[in-house]
Nanobody, 116 residues
Framework: QVYLQESGGGSTQAGGSLRLSCTGPGHAMIRCEIEWYRQATGNEREWVASIGPLGDTEYADSVLGRFTISKDKSEDTVYLQMNALKPADAATYLC??????????WGQGTEVTVSS
């Protein structure tokens, strides 16, 4: 089974920054919308941000202005730059291809911890 691979999680204090990466097969990363989700313990999975094949982006209200989603030039990696982190941002972050993608790929997640 093919997975996407997340990296970049870790621990930081409130106000800090982290950059997450999501890498996967080129055919999916180039042609599909890529989404970031997060799930904190005891909470439902929450959509965070998306980037389309043409670079169009969308954000959840809770992260708008603090998080930036982008692709690298090779387009096989999607980044999530997270600034001004809050304890409420602590979660396991996962990337996936969107439901419109011919290939349904999920990552296994990377953990983000934010201390107050």
């Amino acid at each position: 089974q093919v997975y996407l691979q997340e990296s970049g999680g870790g621990s930081t204090q409130a106000g800090g920054s982290l950059r997450l990466s999501c890498t996967g097969p080129g055919h999916a990363m180039i042609r599909c919308e890529i989404e970031w989700y997060r799930q904190a313990t005891g909470n439902e999975r929450e959509w965070v941000a998306s980037i389309g094949p043409l670079g169009d982006t969308e954000y959840a209200d809770s992260v708008l202005g603090r998080f930036t989603i982008s692709k690298d030039k090779s387009e096989d990696t999607v980044y999530l730059q997270m600034n001004a982190l809050k304890p409420a941002d602590a979660a396991t972050y996962l990337c996936k291809t969107s439901k419109d993608c011919p290939w349904e790929y999920w990552g296994q997640g990377t953990e983000v911890t934010v201390s107050s």
